[in-house]
Every structure is written in structure tokens, then in C-alpha cells.
Nanobody, 121 residues
Framework: QVQLVESGGGLVQAGGSLRLSCAASGSIFRINSMGWYRQAPGKQRELVARITSGGSTNYADSVKGRFTISRDNAKNTVYLQMNSLKPEDTAVYYC???????????????WGQGTQVTVSS
């Protein structure tokens, strides 16, 4: 089994910063890409940022220039540095690991349990 454990969420004032972390553990051979999604109340889950094992990244237009995704392949960990936070960034943030090759098993996608980010105005 593979688990994703997120940390780093919380309450911050507008203009502040937070750093989210997500560590994948278990019988992992390789992870293709890792990313962060978010879901605000009454809205659909949306992509925030993704990063491949080779370091290629893509971001939602709403966070470009403010958020930075990074990854430590050796630790199977992905980070999201969030700067200049706005109230509209308030949401539950979910970590995703895409096409995880699990030893002696198969290829699966995994999600973390979510971490709340609240930005006050």
C-alpha cells in the first residue's frame, strides 16, 4: 500500500506565505508526477500545480508567479510554496501522486487526505 501524508496547512493573513508538504510512503518503485489540487466550498476540485519526475511543471493561471512546486524524488516528497496568498486561495488542498509504480503490484493513482488552507482578509 502507498500513503500520502500532507502537512503545512493553516490560517494566514492575506499577503502571507505557507508551505505545504506531501510525503509518499510504501512499496514505491517510481512516481510519474505529483501535484496539488484544491477544492473550495461549493466548487469543483481544481489543479493548482503539477511536477513530473523530470522536473517539468505546470500551474493554474490563478497561482502563476505566486506559488512554486518542487519535488525531492529521493524522498518521494512534493512541496508547494505559496506566497502572496489571497482570500480566494482558501480551500482544502489535496496532494496527488499519478501513475505510481508499486513494487510487485501495479500502477495506481493516490490522493492525500487534504489539508485546510485559510487566508483571511
Amino acid at each position: 500500500q502507498v500513503q500520502l501524508v500532507e502537512s503545512g496547512g493553516g490560517l494566514v493573513q492575506a499577503g502571507g506565505s505557507l508551505r505545504l508538504s506531501c510525503a509518499a510512503s510504501g512499496s514505491i518503485f517510481r512516481i510519474n508526477s505529483m501535484g496539488w489540487y484544491r477544492q473550495a466550498p461549493g466548487k469543483q476540485r481544481e489543479l493548482v500545480a503539477r511536477i513530473t519526475s523530470g522536473g517539468s511543471t505546470n500551474y493554474a493561471d490563478s497561482v502563476k508567479g505566486r506559488f512554486t512546486i518542487s519535488r525531492d524524488n529521493a524522498k518521494n516528497t512534493v512541496y508547494l510554496q505559496m506566497n502572496s496568498l489571497k482570500p480566494e486561495d482558501t480551500a482544502v488542498y489535496y496532494c496527488n501522486a499519478d501513475r505510481v509504480v508499486v513494487i510487485r503490484d501495479g500502477v495506481y493513482d493516490y490522493w492525500g487526505q487534504g489539508t485546510q488552507v485559510t487566508v483571511s482578509s
